[in-house]
């Protein structure tokens, strides 16, 4: 059957990218959007999107019968549901073809045997495939689960049935913790799956995560696409993602490859898919399998050259793979990093609110589903943009990878860009000493900002732009009417005016320094010097050779850089990275720190689900006060400063905003002074 016209049941950047590959099939595609995304990106770039629902997921991207009303409306022969939402619901593939419209996925009863992680695992038994130890069969009964923990032995991960996508995971290591543990892991599946259950798995320390991309044509037909390595995950959830699989013995990886077409073809699969295993030394183990297209997807494209989403489409029409396995290369080595709004220093707590400037690098590709001035919604997930760099070795594809993110700039929510550049530098990393928890080993080591020699040159370059000509809009610029100061207005009468100006900047990112600068007035040859808080001089010459290019000499060194200043944002551009900062009024961050502490806020928009203290309890700094959940993830928002819980203001269920205020800390008046 031809496909005309496709809707794509998804938002954010997969929706994107679909639409571009449907539209170079010749299919016309429609998208679909939620009151929450009447705006976003994907809307715009898709050009007809219909309206499906309000923000929360349940009442739009997973609501079935609005998907098919929507396809119905626009006359779709086929709906593409992208990964994530409806991607894996065995209902809404039924019910997509009972409407005698194509699902472009695999069948019904594939999707219901793999969205369950306990009959996926038989599934793989059956096929030969090794797996993990563990308990037989999903349990949701704490009491049972708490019991075969103990019998197991620590350490054990509990997998929820319907988890995916890394989320569904947790990890129980002591006896001291295996309660709350359990409770979150059981509240977290229903929340999210919409099922309680449970498999329990021995946990293997020091494992690699290796996928394989297959496609089958729904007859017996299976290919693999090579391997991806997924290794650095953060809470279960993959980071930096690349192929092939470097530094594993070709042998072991082509066995591996073997192993996933073998369980595909027990099951004809029809479409993409992911199987997931676990390496551990020589042995590997089958995870599980995400029968759908997914998020790192681009480095397959990149080392075979071919388009994935053309060939789901092609499968999806009954024209069969189009290709044999001997037809399939592995050219060079790629790397995908997910660039997304959370704060790494703070657990990764995700980020919302609007996205005020966001520049990302040039010859790299880029997967994207938000610009600059889009909103980063509390409903879904906060991803912002893929980079993929496709290069001849792995060195050199880690190396533009760091080029890249070092050009890249996301504010007005935080980012995890500079978690993303340790890593891509990280030489543990480089020589592939890692494993999937690797990262929690060296956390505070990749949020901690690297030392900035040059950081007070760049404050300098900074504040001279602000105050200089350096503007692309129609603000003042306070020394515009000459090109040297004495200190004198022109216009006649006007009194003595101190010749410094004050700038007070800040960067781009959470936690960097800000500082009130004082820039002397304009030399001869566009000589400065810019005094620091502490009233230490630095000197240099900024000229302006043509518009928004600049020469900087400081101690005999000259750098040249691009540089645009929008309001009181600076944005420098040089050959080595991009840098943002924002100028603010003197007193933007007068205040009082201590009465900050002692309020308790909401770190985003999301649900209330579990208050922990009770209006008097006594706190300890660090203690939680109440656990929500947003963008699919439990948060616990944590005191502090120690004292007594006042004034708790929320409840279990509740929903509350970015910001608002839920508990005070009062101070403990009966401690000893």
């Not at 194509?102 to 038989?122: C, M, N, Q, W, Y």
């Not at 020394?479 to 900047?505: H, I, K, P, Y």
Request: charged share 20%.
């Amino acid at each position: 059957m031809k496909i005309n016209t496709l809707l794509i049941a998804n938002r954010g950047e997969i929706a994107c990218r679909i639409a571009r590959t449907a539209r170079a099939q010749g299919i016309t595609p429609v998208g679909v959007h939620s009151e929450a995304d009447a705006n976003a990106l994907h809307v715009r770039e898709i050009g007809r999107s219909i309206l499906i629902g309000a923000g929360p997921a349940s009442e739009s991207y997973l609501r079935i019968d609005a998907v098919l009303d929507a396809a119905r409306q626009v006359g779709a022969d086929a709906i593409h549901p992208g990964y994530g939402f409806l991607a894996e619901n065995p209902d809404f593939a039924n019910a997509v073809e009972a409407a005698g419209m194509i699902f472009v996925g695999p069948t019904a009863e594939t999707l219901d045997r793999f969205g369950d992680k306990a009959s996926a695992k038989d599934a793989a038994i059956a096929a030969g495939v090794p797996v993990v130890s563990g308990a037989s069969g999903a349990k949701s009964d704490p009491a049972e689960i708490a019991a075969a923990v103990r019998e197991m032995g620590f350490p054990v991960l509990l997998k929820a049935v319907g988890g995916g996508g890394g989320r569904g995971q947790r990890l129980v290591e002591t006896e001291n913790t295996l309660v709350q543990d359990i409770e979150g892991a059981l509240r977290e599946a229903k929340s999210t799956f919409g099922s309680e259950g449970m498999l329990l798995e021995r946990f293997l320390p020091a494992a690699r995560h290796v996928e394989v991309q297959i496609a089958g044509d729904g007859a017996g037909h299976v290919v693999h696409l090579f391997e991806r390595d997924c290794t650095l995950q953060r809470r279960h959830q993959k980071v930096i993602e690349e192929a092939p699989a470097w530094g594993l013995p070709r042998t072991l990886l082509d066995q591996i490859a073997t192993d996933a077409v073998k369980l595909g073809e027990s099951l004809n699969y029809r479409g993409l898919g992911t199987v997931e295993f676990l390496v551990a030394g020589d042995n590997y183990f089958f995870l599980e399998v995400n029968p759908r297209i997914q998020v790192e997807h681009p480095v397959t494209e990149a080392i075979t050259g071919l388009d994935l989403v053309a060939m789901h489409l092609r499968i999806a029409q009954g024209a069969g793979l189009g290709i044999t396995q001997g037809d399939i290369t592995c050219t060079g080595h790629a790397v995908e990093a997910r660039l997304y709004a959370e704060d790494p220093a703070n657990n990764f707590a995700p980020s919302t609110g609007k996205i005020t400037t966001l520049s990302l690098p040039k010859g790299i590709r880029i997967d994207s589903g938000v610009e600059t001035g889009d909103e980063v919604s509390p409903f879904y997930d906060p991803m912002i943009a893929k980079l993929i760099v496709h290069a001849v070795d792995r060195e050199t594809a880690l190396a533009r990878l760091a080029e890249a993110l070092d050009h890249t700039i996301v504010a007005g929510v935080q980012s995890n860009r500079s978690f993303l550049t340790a890593l891509a530098r990280d030489p543990e990393f480089a020589a592939m000493n890692v494993h999937t928890r690797w990262i929690d080993t060296r956390l505070d080591a990749l949020t901690t900002p690297p030392a900035d020699a040059t950081a007070n040159l760049w404050r300098a370059v900074a504040a001279v732009l602000f105050v200089s000509n350096g503007r692309t809009d129609d603000t003042t610029n306070p020394w515009s009417n000459r090109s040297t100061f004495t200190g004198w207005r022109l216009n006649a009468g006007d009194a003595l005016v101190e010749a410094d100006q004050r700038v007070t900047l800040m960067g781009s990112e959470k936690g960097a320094k800000h500082e009130e600068l004082r820039v002397g007035p304009i030399g001869s040859g566009g000589y400065f010097t810019v005094f620091d808080a502490n009233e230490v001089p630095l000197s240099l010459t900024c000229l302006e050779l043509e518009t928004g290019r600049w020469r900087v000499t400081h101690n005999g060194e000259t750098l040249m850089l691009e540089a645009r200043v929008t309001g009181n944002a600076i944005e420098i551009t040089t050959a080595d990275a991009r840098r943002l900062f924002h100028a603010a009024p003197p007193l933007a961050f007068a205040g009082s720190e201590g009465a900050a502490e002692r309020m308790v806020e909401s770190p985003l928009t999301g649900m209330i689900v579990d208050v922990v203290v009770s209006d008097g309890d006594l706190v300890a700094e660090g203690d939680v006060i109440a656990v929500m959940e947003s963008m699919k993830m439990e948060i616990s928002i944590k005191a502090a400063a120690a004292g007594i819980a006042i004034n708790i203001s929320v409840t279990k269920g509740m929903m509350v905003d970015r910001g608002q205020t839920i508990a005070e800390i009062a101070p403990n008046e009966s401690e000893p002074k």
